[in-house]
């Protein structure tokens, strides 16, 4: 049962992709094609990045609310200077020092991370707004092209090159470090572990993280929007609780969130084609949340009982 908390994400991602594959040829008579799981792919990758950097935070026993916010303001800025090259790198650092502020706030000045980036959401959303006031922007060809190109799978690449980061990450000190802060941050900060600069640096990846994803959101949708951030703030910890990622840190891999957001991407697609209305995806989408976050519980208390 231990196998199944850990491989939650997988294996919900398994069965909502079963679901899709059924649900689809159903509705339309034939299979998926590449232009299908190609569309699928661009529209995932934003949340998979954002679900990454949550995921870091979560580790750690914090949360991050303020990723919506960060999304905005980076969106907001790439599609009113046309996502540009150079743009875009200004948009990342903007992203990471965001993150950072969260990082500094929590870890030195010991304010609870979920009143931290709430009050930071709040201040990075009213920036969107004040950046672009009303939706519209662009992005530069030559950077949809190489970002999310609708004719080649360009995101594969990226998201491959996500996964090698975090397999690397996994397996540095600073990697380790975040599991031991997790798992007992008395006991880490005893043995040597520079617990305050540990959280730090993980606010700021989820920043930097969440600013990867507004520049893909742009990069997909040729245009912003100040709000584009919001749906990201749930989604992202519904990714995390899905991909069987403890909430009390210390516990699960950013790989399961990865799964997790993939997964949640697909039921959007699931309810779309079995014709359920969009009044009502939510609902739907919540039920299948409830369910996924069951399951991993009642794996977490089968395998403390045999443990036991």
């Known amino acids: 049962m231990r196998d199944l908390q850990d491989r939650l994400g997988y294996v919900v991602l398994a069965a909502t992709a079963l679901a899709y594959f059924a649900v689809y040829t159903t509705s339309l008579g034939r299979p998926p094609g590449s232009f299908d799981y190609l569309a699928i792919l661009n529209t995932t990758m934003p949340l998979v990045l954002v679900a990454l950097g949550q995921s870091l935070v979560v580790l750690t026993g914090g949360i991050d609310l303020s990723v919506g916010g960060v999304v905005s303001l980076c969106v907001a800025i790439t599609a009113a200077t046309g996502g540009t090259p150079g743009w875009i790198l200004a948009v990342l650092l903007l992203g990471t020092l965001c993150g950072l502020v969260n990082g500094l706030v929590v870890a030195y000045g010991r304010i609870a991370p979920i009143l931290t980036t709430l009050a930071t959401l709040s201040v990075y959303t009213g920036a969107a707004l004040w950046v672009l006031p009303v939706p519209g922007g662009s992005i530069a060809p030559e950077v949809r092209a190489v970002l999310s190109n609708p004719n080649a799978p360009t995101g594969l690449g990226w998201l491959a090159l996500a996964v090698a980061g ?143």
């Open 166 to 308: 975090w397999w690397v990450l996994r397996r540095t000190r600073f990697g380790m470090r975040v599991y031991a802060v997790g798992s007992d941050e008395t006991a880490a900060r005893a043995v040597g572990v520079p617990v305050e600069r540990v959280k730090a640096k993980v606010y700021a990846l989820s920043g930097l993280c969440s600013a990867a994803a507004a520049v893909f959101y742009v990069a997909t949708t040729t245009a912003g929007d100040a709000n584009a951030g919001a749906p990201f703030i749930l989604t992202s910890i519904a990714s995390v609780v899905v991909g069987g990622v403890a909430f009390t840190g210390g516990k699960g891999s950013a790989m399961g969130a990865v799964a997790g957001a993939v997964a949640l991407t697909l039921v959007i697609d699931v309810l779309f084609f079995a014709g359920i209305d969009p009044l009502y995806q939510s609902l739907f989408q919540g039920l299948f949340l409830v369910v996924a976050v069951l399951l991993g519980t009642g794996a977490a208390l089968l395998a403390r009982r045999r443990s036991a």
